[in-house]
């Protein structure tokens, strides 16, 4: 009995004492859960009119070329000190002679004979007169004969005298020419890309001594892709073409800028990239410290116009299907998708989407989700990192 006793009170010994200890434990207290703020990497942008180029690429060539070859035989005997490869030569300056003198003989001979039709059609002139008095008086002898008036009055003789200076003046003609030929002059202003003429060689009309380019104006074909053909304006009527800026990369890593404007439309695609190609016209392009050189290959920007009130993204910052990531005015993710007005090899230009006080997020989110929590970090340029 006894023993029961003592087990029960132990029981409720232990039962009061685990009560106690309930009472008096501490009591955790509910917090809210806080989400994590996401760092980004930001930057401010504003909407402004912006100017679009259409970027492409070509070559640059002569826009006049002329393989020189002499019209007449003979020795040449000066040509022009600047007749070497890489020397220029003004318009109408002599590019080389040729010995004259068979020329000068053939001319004089060819004068002669001009001098001899015309004297003796100026006798058959007497002789017509002669016969003419005589055929009044053969008419009033004979009145009602019939006789050959022409033959009388020596017409045939007399359209032979006259066909005899024509052809007299025509070899006079023949042999000034040939004469003039003797001085080859430069058409326009060139420069020379060959030439093979030297003092006292033998050269005819077979011959190639020198092939020039005009140095007024180059040409640039360049490619540019069927897409961006129509914003390139052509000239029509008065309207020129479109201003286009031409750059080349220099050895030193810099790029030579040269201005020019569009000139025409070529009538065929380009067979290595099926593009389109127009021709660039670039004014006075050796006369520089830093010439525009045939057979470079350059860039050319082509202007297609302005944009108004667009934003500049950069590449990087335009995510999959062309939307944008911003950071709203409650510094939450706000994910949008603005219209791509155009699209440059570094940036695209887009129809303004942005409320004041928001900014572009150019960072990488892991799982980004509409109404995630940000913290905003202005984005430094590499240039002032």
């Known amino acids: 009995m006894k023993a029961k006793l003592?087990?029960?009170l132990i029981l409720v010994t232990g039962g009061v004492g685990a009560w106690l200890l309930l009472r008096s434990a501490p009591v955790a207290e509910t917090k809210a859960k806080?989400?994590?703020a996401k760092v980004v990497q930001t930057i401010g942008m504003a909407p402004a009119d912006r100017a679009v180029t259409v970027a492409a690429y070509g070559t640059v060539v002569p826009a006049r070329r002329l393989v020189v070859r002499p019209e007449i035989t003979g020795r040449v005997l000066s040509h022009h000190p600047a007749l070497v490869p890489g020397g220029r030569i003004a318009a109408d300056e002599t590019l080389f002679t040729i010995d004259d003198a068979d020329y000068r003989i053939a001319l004089r001979d060819a004068r002669t004979a001009l001098d001899e039709a015309e004297a003796e059609i100026a006798l058959e002139e007497g002789r017509r007169t002669v016969a003419?008095?005589?055929y009044e008086q053969l008419l009033r002898d004979l009145p009602g004969a019939e006789i050959n008036e022409d033959l009388v009055l020596r017409e045939p003789f007399r359209q032979q005298a006259e066909a005899a200076v024509e052809r007299a003046a025509a070899a006079?003609?023949?042999?000034e020419l040939d004469l003039a030929r003797t001085s080859v002059r430069s058409p326009f202003n060139a420069l020379v890309l060959e030439e093979s003429v030297e003092t006292g060689q033998l050269a005819d009309s077979g011959t190639s001594l020198a092939t020039l380019v005009g140095s007024d104006v180059?040409?640039?074909q360049a490619s540019v892709p069927l897409r961006d053909l129509g914003t390139v304006r052509l000239p029509a009527g008065d309207q020129p073409g479109a201003p286009a800026t031409v750059r080349v990369a220099t050895a030193g890593g810099e790029h030579l800028t040269r201005d020019g404007r569009v000139l025409r439309l070529l009538g065929d695609l380009d067979p290595a990239g099926r593009l389109a190609r127009v021709i660039i016209e670039v004014p006075?392009?050796?006369?520089?410290?830093a010439p525009l050189l045939i057979g470079s290959y350059v860039r050319v920007e082509i202007d297609a116009g302005t944009l108004p009130g667009a934003l500049e993204i950069p590449r990087h910052a335009l995510r999959e299907g062309d939307r944008i990531w911003v950071v709203g005015e409650a510094r939450e993710l706000v994910i949008r998708e603005p219209e791509i007005l155009w699209r440059n090899e570094d940036s695209v230009f887009a129809a303004n989407v942005l409320e004041p006080g928001e900014s572009l997020i150019v960072s990488d989110l892991a799982a980004p989700l509409p109404g995630m929590a940000l913290a905003p970090q202005p984005s430094t340029p590499p240039s002032d990192r």
Do not use: I, Y
Request: hydrophobic share 40%; glycine share 10%; net charge positive.
């Open 34 to 36: 806080t989400r994590s």
């Open 172 to 175: 006079v003609a023949k042999a």
């Open 218 to 220: 180059f040409w640039v």
């Open 6 to 8: 003592l087990g029960l």
């Open 132 to 134: 003419r008095r005589e």
């Open 284 to 289: 006075e392009p050796l006369d520089s410290g």
